[in-house]
Every structure is written in C-alpha cells, then in structure tokens.
C-alpha cells in the first residue's frame, strides 16, 4: 500500500499494508498487539494524533483511522458526501471498493468481501472500542489489483459522466467505471448478478469496465482542464476525453487518446 491525501478538514491520511504480520490488527485476537500495520492513519500535518480520531482515548490506537486492511493503492475522498473510499487489493480473491468510515475495520485477515460469503461472518473479528464492521461497496472475486480512484468531479465528458468513481487496475490495464446511487453510499448496477455486489466472472465485470489495454494502471486524476489522466505502468499517460464532434449514434462517447511524454531517467512528464 502506501496511498495519502489530505482530507477536508487538512488532515492526512494514510495507508499502510500489512506486512505479512498475523496481528490484532489483522484480526488474529491472539496475535501480536497493534504495530501500525494494515491501517490507514489520520495525523495532523506535523504528524500528531487529532483528538476527534475514533480510538483517541486509545494511546496505542490514537493515530488509526481504520485497520484491518490488507493493502491499498487508492485513497479518496468524495467532494459531495465527504467520505473517505479506498480500494484494496486481497490475495487471491475478493479485490475491494470501501466506504471507510471512522473506525471501520475492513476484515482482513478473516473476511474478504461480503460477511454474507464467510462461514463466521464477522464473530471472528478483533474489535476494538469505537470499531466497526462494514461490508464492502463492490468486489472482484477474481483480484485484478485495484488501484487509483479518483472522483470525477468535472462536466468534461458529459453530465452522464459527472461526478462518477473511476478506477484503475495494475494487473489487466482495465479502466472501471461505477455510477454511484441517490445518496453517494454504493453503486447503482443493471446486471441482475451484480445485486450481490460481486462481480464473479468477466461476464459480469463488463458492465462497469470503460477501458481497456492501458497495460496496468497505477493511478488517476483529474486535470485543471477537467480531462481525465491515466498513469500507465509502461510508461505512458493518456487523457481521456469525449469525442469530437459528438454522434450519439454512431460514435464512441469517450476518446482515449496519449499525451505526448518526455522520460527523464525515471520520471514521465506530460508534454506540451
């Protein structure tokens, strides 16, 4: 992991994986006490606890926004509701998008995906004063290594397109799309399967992928001018942007087009 931004109110937040350990922090009651892995962090900017952090009262615990998580590659927040999203990669199965609410303890180690497709659902978990349990938003059943969400909050592709979650992947070069509900706390689907939340075979992810062969993408943002920029593992950053002139009928809605680049040693910048 190893994703952070600053928050609303200026706090930073902070993921860190979990480093192999089989901790409390994983969910293991009888394993070694919090060491300040598999969390997400909320620290002031000169690195100091908040006090309205949810384990405030809890020394220990006092810098922690959430734990239980494996590790995340994308960390964002809302600029309508305000709340915090994360995507985080499981083993072998069950990639997630959370919601991560104050305290939230995502799972890891004993639940990946929804509590409904674990035998213990969650009586298993370490639950700390202040913590709780929250199942995730959407789920890959097949890991495709989640990474950069970003929050399209610009008009540029069209008003369909506003303010919708898109994300990338490391492991296909895939750009995801998700249409967010009424009230901004889940994703609306048409794909009878997808009631679930659990996209479990390529069948059914094909309702929310936009792209494809970006040949893993490690992050995503939103430019000044409202354009979409996709980091490419190999090297390479696209903007996307909606078709000119506009056809309903007979063109694509988006354009994925390259910018051009200049690589100095190991950084790409984007061209003019």
Known sequence: GGAM??????KLYVVI???????????????????NTGVIFRINDDGTAPPDNPFASQPVL??????????????????????????ENGPNAYDEINIVQPGNNSGWV????PVSRDAQGSSDLVQFPGSQYVDPKFSWFNTVGPTGIVFFNSGQLGSEYQNDV??????????YRFKPNATRTGFLFSHPALADLVADDSGELQEVILGTNFSGITDLKVGPDGLLYV????????????????QPSATPLVNISTRSIAQIGSNVV???
């Open 5 to 10: 931004t600053f928050g609303p109110g200026g």
């Open 17 to 35: 994986g979990d480093l192999n350990r089989n901790g409390q922090l994983q969910n293991f009651s009888t394993g070694p006490s919090p060491d």
């Open 62 to 87: 006092a810098k922690y926004y959430a734990y239980g998580i494996r590790n995340g590659f994308g960390l964002a927040f809302d600029p309508l509701s305000g709340d915090l999203w994360d995507t």
């Open 110 to 113: 004993r639940i990946m995906g």
């Open 166 to 175: 898109f994300i990338g992947d490391i492991n296909n070069g895939n750009l």
């Open 231 to 246: 980091l490419s593992f190999q090297g390479k950053i696209f903007v996307i942007s909606r078709a000119t002139p506009f």
């Open 270 to 272: 984007i061209g003019g």
